[in-house]
């Protein structure tokens, strides 16, 4: 299976100034070819596909010899970055492609890898016209196992992204450790064995920092230059929250996947539900698809079963007698006529649990 590994890098200044132009010569590139595209189906009925462009590239080199520095493989991901932007809209994924400015184009991909081409320097990685980068690996990895490498700007740092392949654990036998999850707002996830996940209190303090700092931000004048500095400070404590957020998941995940041998999870559809203005904003703060992302590879990567369950009714039943109790959102207490009281996240999550054994054929 494929992860994804993710360091800072240190560059000198020469080095950071080829990777701003390069990533100006791939923004160029896409912009010209979405523009081609565009022009094609207009003038043929037809659209392009990326193998014909890919055939287009070395003629397009040659008119623009500034080209010659960047590797041929990031080009070509340049393309395929193109078609499946075209493909996502074809599936109704994504909005018709749009062209990039530079806030919105600020990665290069070199999608193969070679251990002593690329690696044969410990704790660097080399590309080719940038030379010997410096990552600074907080953790180690296996360079003979990375399959392709990204480089990201972002609020002012420089980052690798690495895909990296490894090996499935051994398959544990099956015990009697299983685990239901809900999903929420208030709390991040709800366990079938009693556990909540709320929001700890730091993230809350600095999701407030957010709304502040962005406030301040509508209030700059356009164009200023002390709007600049607001957005620059408001992106650093994005990026802040934004990694603090995804170590929280990282150790709910790790917690659940480490003591239980079956994840059962509920199936929500996270893009319908994007579409209630009034949620949004609360589901993207939580991290829904993130958690989702961190059991199901963890627990691959770890032999253990994950499955996903419909979520319909597991709100509303009651885990004990199975009667159905319906309750609006602004209840948090699920009270039955059995005699059964218990935090309504938690009674769902049993739910999940029931199902999900159903499912796999197992006796809850």
Known sequence: MMICQHFLIELTKEQEEKLFYTLYLCRKLYNYSLDQRIKHYKEKGKGLTYREQQNMLPQYKKEHPEYKMVQSQILQDV??????????????????PKFKD??????????????KRNF??????YIKNIGYIRIIAHREFDPSKVKAV??????GKWYINLSVEIEEEKKVTIGEKAIGIDKGINAIAATSDGELYSNPKWLQKAEKNLKRLQR??????KGSNNREKQKRRLAKLHEKVANQRKDYLHKISYNIVKNNDIICIEDLQVKNMMKNHKLAKSIANVGW????TFLEYKAERS????????P?????RCSRCGKIVEKDLSVRVHKCECGLEIDRDINAAINILHEGLRQLGIAA
Not at 312 to 316: G, P, R, V, W
């Open 79 to 96: 393309l395929r970055r193109l078609d499946r932007a075209y493909k996502n809209f074809f599936e109704k994924r994504a909005k018709y």
């Open 102 to 115: 530079k806030y919105h184009y600020t990665s290069i991909t070199l999608p193969q890898c070679e251990e």
């Open 120 to 125: 044969g320097k410990k704790g660097y990685v």
């Open 150 to 155: 990204n480089i990201k700007y972002h609020a």
């Open 216 to 221: 301040q931000l509508s209030r700059k004048k």
């Open 289 to 292: 698809g993130t958690l989702d």
């Open 303 to 310: 032999g253990k079963i994950f499955i996903k369950v419909n």
């Open 312 to 316: 319909a009714y597991t709100t509303q």
